[in-house]
């Protein structure tokens, strides 16, 4: 029986296709990140699949077909043909571009940049990208005259050593304290995904690689973009009205969804008001203080996250945003970009995300603004 890949190389030796043409888009605008991802078990299609390698250089197609297994060869494929039409959609200097035409680069640390032509010869891409994977996932951010990481985690990820033992070889010593103060073995592991996921990001956006700038060297810290903070339940006063700011009506819902649930989070009552700027604001009255995990939810709504030196807490990367949020519901995702370079890098203006699943050639779908893109933590505005 041939294998999955020996039946794609057959059906290429007796047939040729050319790719569909895809509508230009505009380009991201500054502080803007497009992430589109592919969901690998929805492609089912042998001949779309032989479509897709003909894209590839013949370097990517030696790439997949080395790899161990159907799934892998699978992947690889859909992963380098994701960042090839992508890419694509875009016209820089009003350029079609075709995917197959698109060539690649590594920085000195290895990381995949595009290489770009002008009529004056080789220059520096406007265009950034990076690209992250799972088993069931794969997705690309981009970005235009900023630096970007991202990285995707399985929210059911498992952890196979002792969590803060893992956590005190490879985090900070507060990243260590913050998770030790989690008695909940469940949320202590979310906890830990999400910061992982936070700091993977960021060091995939410097573009320096892991031994460049160990996970030890860096505190990811959460903290309360709008309000008076309260990581912590002893920081709510019961019976006193807390204004909360959403980024956007989704998320204002989805804190009104538990507010009125039938569960209460021991929250008394809440009023929804229209702000500029897109803006909304709730008021919440606590009975009682919360449990620790509940107030996390909430503070997470309108947050900030931000990166300091480990030996100098003193010193914060001011020029990087983070996003972190939920994806697809099976996913935790972090996008850290670099700030634009004309405005002031002390401002926290929020991230742009705008997020579709695609399956190249065939069809797009946006789900920014939907319960597929469930923000976290960061100043994310959705488009």
Same mark, same amino acid.
């Given at each position: ?202 060091? #995939? $956006?410097?573009?320096? !690689?892991? &031994? %460049?700038?160990?996970?030890? +060297?860096?505190?990811?810290? *959460? ?117 634009? #370079? $004309?405005?002031?890098? !002390?401002? &926290? %203006?929020?991230?742009?995300? +705008?997020?579709?699943?695609? *399956? ?24």
């Amino acid at each position: 029986m041939f294998s999955f890949m020996q039946k794609m190389l057959r059906f290429q030796r007796s047939f040729s296709v050319s790719p569909f043409p895809t509508p230009p888009l505009q380009l991201p605008s500054p502080m803007e990140t497009h992430l589109w991802f592919v969901v690998p078990d929805e492609f089912k299609s042998v001949s779309l699949l032989n479509q897709y390698m003909e894209l590839l250089s013949p370097c990517e197609k030696e790439n997949v077909l080395s790899m161990r297994g159907e799934q892998l060869q699978k992947s690889a494929l859909l992963a380098r043909t994701l960042v090839r039409t992508t890419i694509a959609r875009y016209q820089i200097n009003n350029r079609v571009v075709d995917p197959r035409s698109l060539k690649f680069k590594r920085n000195v640390h290895g990381k995949p940049e595009l290489e770009w032509e002008s009529d004056g010869g080789q220059c520096p891409s406007p265009l950034h990208f990076n690209i992250s994977h799972t088993s069931s996932l794969i997705a690309c951010g981009v970005t235009v005259n900023s630096s970007i990481g991202i990285d995707i985690e399985e929210k059911q990820r498992k952890i196979k050593n002792n969590i803060l033992a893992f956590a005190r070889r490879y985090f900070s010593l507060h990243e260590v304290e913050h998770l030790s103060a989690i008695s909940d073995s469940e949320v202590q592991r979310q906890e830990f995904v999400k910061l992982w996921t936070l700091k993977e990001a960021y060091v #995939k $956006a410097l573009g320096r !690689g892991f &031994s %460049a700038a160990p996970f030890k +060297t860096f505190t990811i810290r *959460i903290k309360n973009a709008f309000r008076r903070g309260f990581d912590h339940a002893d920081d709510i006063e019961s019976g006193v009205c807390h204004k909360i700011q959403m980024a956007n009506v989704n998320e204002m819902n989805h804190l009104s969804s538990l507010v009125s649930s039938s569960l209460c989070f021991e929250i008394y009552a809440a009023n929804k008001e229209r702000l500029p700027g897109k803006r909304y604001s709730i008021s919440v009255i606590f009975l009682s203080k919360p449990m620790i995990n509940v107030s996390f939810k909430l503070c997470n709504q309108a947050s900030e996250v931000v990166v300091e030196s480990s030996d100098h807490p003193e010193r914060l990367a001011n020029n990087w945003q983070f996003g972190l949020f939920e994806l697809a519901s099976s996913h935790y995702a972090a996008v850290c970009m670099e700030k634009d #370079k $004309a405005s002031d890098a !002390g401002m &926290s %203006a929020p991230m742009r995300l +705008t997020v579709r699943k695609t *399956i190249p050639f065939v069809e797009d779908e946006c789900f920014s603004g939907t319960d597929a893109v469930v923000p976290i933590a960061g100043l994310i505005e959705q488009f």
